[in-house]
């Protein structure tokens, strides 16, 4: 069992970024994929950013260029680096993992999910 614990989410400006970090529970973090979902009221909730227990990343075409996602093994945790925000990135975000330890967009593919974190971006 593995256990997920998000921070960092916040209220910021449009343009201005922020950083989340997901905690993991268990000595088998290294062999898990991590991801970042998020979910906006009245939406599903959607991929946005993967990285595999090799270091290997997957993004959104929403988030590209813009979110960056890395995994510190030492901390059992995974980060996710948001610059350049816009109000369309507001939502709820969850951090995932896959025992499988491959990138994965599809949410299915997650066994453990975090309570998530709240990001605002005001206009």
């Known amino acids: 069992q593995v256990q997920l614990v998000e921070s960092g989410g916040g209220l910021v400006q449009a343009g201005g970024s922020l950083r989340l970090s997901c905690a993991a529970s268990g000595r088998t973090f290294r062999s898990y994929a991590m991801g970042w979902f998020r979910q906006a009221p009245g939406t599903e909730r959607e991929f946005v950013a993967a990285i595999s227990s090799g270091g290997s990343t997957n993004y959104a075409d929403s988030v590209k260029g813009r979110f960056t996602i890395s995994r510190d093994n030492a901390k059992d945790t995974v980060y996710l680096q948001m610059n350049r925000l816009k109000p369309e990135d507001t939502a709820v975000y969850y951090c995932?993992?896959?025992?499988?330890?491959?990138?994965?967009?599809?949410?299915?593919?997650?066994?453990?999910w975090g309570q998530g974190t709240q990001v605002t971006v005001s206009s």
């Open positions: 995932a993992a896959d025992r499988l330890g491959m990138v994965a967009g599809s949410r299915q593919r997650y066994d453990y």
